[in-house]
């Protein structure tokens, strides 16, 4: 599988962006696919998971009820939508597919994508 990300930019807080992952080279439909997020000199944290059907999702805490994940497989595209966007959601983000075990561990996943800078200014 190999991933494209795009849609960081530069925001102000309070601001929104969409983010795309475009998949190719293997049936989206397929995978599970998630996205993880690194600020600089921390490590590669969870943001969202979904399933190969879409119909189940996990978000880590610090984006719950701001952030939402979703797929459209016929177009072989998952997305996160940013809303409400803090300082504290600077970072690079990557998008991922199909981890060998927990959805949560960025060393399960077998792919990855070349990420996108998402800056916030406060």
């Known amino acids: 599988v190999q991933l494209q990300a795009s849609g960081g930019g530069l925001v102000q807080a309070g601001g929104s962006l969409r983010l795309s992952c475009a998949a190719s080279?293997?049936?989206?439909?397929?995978?599970?696919m998630g996205w993880f997020r690194q600020a600089p000199g921390k490590r590669r944290e969870f943001v969202a998971a979904?399933?190969?059907?879409?119909?189940?999702?996990f978000y880590g805490d610090s984006v719950k009820g701001r952030f939402t994940i979703s797929r459209d497989n016929a177009k072989g595209t998952v997305y996160l939508q940013m809303n409400s966007l803090k300082p504290e959601d600077t970072a690079v983000y990557y998008c991922a597919a199909d981890p060998a075990g927990s959805w949560y561990g960025a060393d399960e996943y077998d792919y990855w994508g070349q990420g996108t800078l998402v800056t916030v200014s406060s």
């Open positions: 979904i399933s190969s059907n879409g119909n189940s999702i």
């Open positions: 080279g293997r049936t989206l439909s397929s995978v599970v």
